[in-house]
C-alpha cells in the first residue's frame, strides 16, 4: 500500500510566496517580537482604557466565585483562540484553514457553554434581564474588539497565501473573546439568552468581520493588488 505523504504547495504558489518575501524586506525576528510586542501593548491598552471608562468591574447579584469562574473560563478561551489564530504552527502555509474556521465557529459556543456550566452551580446568581441591556453589551463588545482585531490583523498582515479569510475569521473571534471576558467582568446578567446574544454573538460578528478584513489584509499579495 501506498502511503501518501503531506500535501505539498504547488510550484504557483510556492512562486508566489517567495515573490512576495522578495517584495518587501524581510524583518528581523527582533523587529517582529518588537512589533508585536507594540500592537499588542496598544490594544491592552485600548481595552482597559474603554473598561475602565464605563466603570470597571460591576456585577451587583453574583457571587464573587461565579464571576471570577466565568472570567477565569473566558479567559483562557480567548488565549487559547488567540494562540490558534495567530500563530503559524510547522508549516510554511501557516495552520490549516479548517482550524482556523473551527476556531472562528467553536469559540462563541464554547463561551456560551462555559457560563452555562458555571450557572448550573449557582442558579441563585441568574435573574431576568432587560433586552436594552443585551443591546448595550453586544454593543460595547463589539467596541473593546476593535483594537485588538486591529493589532491582531497587523501583526499578521500578508502572512497568509493560502485561506487568509479563515485565519481572519479566526482573528477576528479571539479579539472578540478578549473583549467579551471584560464585559462579563461588567455585567450582571447571565441568562443564556442575554449571554448569547450580549456577549457570544458579537465574537461570532466579529468572526465573520475578521473574515472579510481578512481577505483584503492577511492574504498575501492582497496589498499589492490594491
Not at 510566496?17 to 524586506?25: F, G
Amino acid at each position: 500500500m501506498n502511503r501518501v505523504g503531506p500535501r505539498q504547495p504547488s510550484d504557483a504558489l510556492r512562486a508566489r510566496v517567495l515573490s512576495a518575501a522578495r517584495a518587501e524586506p524581510s524583518p528581523t525576528r527582533a523587529e517582529r517580537a518588537r512589533q508585536g510586542a507594540l500592537l499588542a501593548l496598544a490594544a491592552a491598552a485600548w481595552l482597559v482604557g474603554i473598561f475602565l471608562g464605563i466603570g470597571g468591574v460591576h456585577a451587583d447579584g453574583r457571587p464573587a466565585a461565579h464571576l471570577l469562574g466565568t472570567a477565569l473560563g473566558w479567559g483562557a478561551g480567548a488565549l487559547l483562540a488567540t494562540w490558534q489564530a495567530y500563530g503559524r504552527g510547522r508549516s510554511m502555509l501557516g495552520r490549516p484553514g479548517r482550524r482556523m474556521l473551527a476556531v472562528a465557529v467553536a469559540t462563541p459556543v464554547i463561551l456560551l457553554g462555559w457560563v452555562a456550566a458555571c450557572n448550573s452551580q449557582y442558579p441563585d446568581a441568574i435573574f431576568p434581564c432587560p433586552f436594552a441591556h443585551g443591546c448595550k453589551c453586544l454593543a460595547l463588545t463589539l467596541l473593546l474588539a476593535a483594537a485588538p482585531l486591529a493589532a491582531l490583523l497587523l501583526a499578521r498582515r500578508a502572512s497568509d497565501p493560502v485561506h487568509p479569510r479563515a485565519t481572519g475569521a479566526a482573528l477576528g473571534a479571539a479579539a472578540g473573546a478578549w473583549a467579551a471576558v471584560l464585559i462579563d467582568l461588567r455585567c450582571p446578567y447571565t441568562t443564556l439568552e442575554h449571554v448569547a446574544f450580549g456577549h457570544a454573538l458579537p465574537v461570532a460578528v466579529l468572526g465573520a468581520l475578521g473574515a472579510w478584513l481578512g481577505g483584503r489584509a492577511v492574504g498575501i499579495g492582497a496589498a499589492e493588488a490594491r
